[in-house]
């Protein structure tokens, strides 16, 4: 695609992103009010905005902890396998985990996510992701919380990006190609 020629047509407006995020905290604070605390690990880079906000609107003692895997893109890959670019800094052996997610596509990188983080045998793993394409789905992944379901369009904004732009827009928008002539 060509990245100069796109427009960017709003979606979710910011204020619909305010009320779905402070709805989600509540269930989220609800679920674990019995627990010491929560690890918060957001998946970077896409979800550094959503998790700032979510976790502002979280009741309880929170830690928060980022991940960063590899994307494994979208030409010549069989295995769709994930590595790890920056691994959590903490352990979360025996811990609460919320597992914080931009956009659940395909799957894969939830699945594989999600198997990486059992593996270390935390209390409890949940995931939350701010936007779910199911019409998408190749791997059956489990989404506990979900901020919004889209259709299959390409989205920006709100630490989401298109070529590693529009991460700042304060709003989830739908890339739209222009038209060439
Ligand atoms: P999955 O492994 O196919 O589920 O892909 C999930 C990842 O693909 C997300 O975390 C995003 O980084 C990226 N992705 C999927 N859809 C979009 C989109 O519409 N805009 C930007 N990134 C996307
Ligand atoms: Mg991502």
């Not at 959503?50 to 003692?61: G, H, N, Q, W, Y």
């Not at 069989?78 to 956009?103: A, F, H, M, P, T």
């Not at 594989?112 to 059956?140: M, T, W």
């Not at 889209?150 to 529009?166: L, S």
Request: net charge negative.
């Amino acid at each position: 695609m060509d990245h100069s020629n796109y427009a960017i047509d709003e979606m979710i407006s910011a204020k619909s992103i305010a009320a779905r995020v402070e709805a989600l905290a509540k269930e989220i604070t609800a679920n674990y009010n019995d627990a010491d605390k929560l690890v918060v690990v957001g998946l970077l880079r896409g979800s550094f905005v959503f998790i700032a906000d979510l976790v502002r609107e979280l009741k309880m003692p929170v830690e928060v902890d980022f991940l960063e895997v590899s994307s494994y893109g979208d030409a010549m890959t069989s295995s769709r396998e994930v590595r790890i670019l920056k691994d959590l800094r903490g352990e979360i052996n025996g811990l609460d985990v919320l597992l914080v997610e931009d956009i659940v596509d395909t799957g894969h990188t939830m699945h594989h996510v999600q198997a990486l983080l059992k593996s270390r045998e935390p209390r409890s793993l949940e995931v939350c992701a701010l936007l779910d394409k199911p019409s998408r789905r190749e791997v059956e992944v489990d989404v506990r919380w979900i901020g919004f379901e889209i259709p299959d369009e390409f989205v920006v904004g709100y630490g989401i990006d298109y070529a590693q732009r529009n991460r700042n827009l304060p709003f989830i928008g739908k890339v739209r190609l222009s038209d060439p002539s």
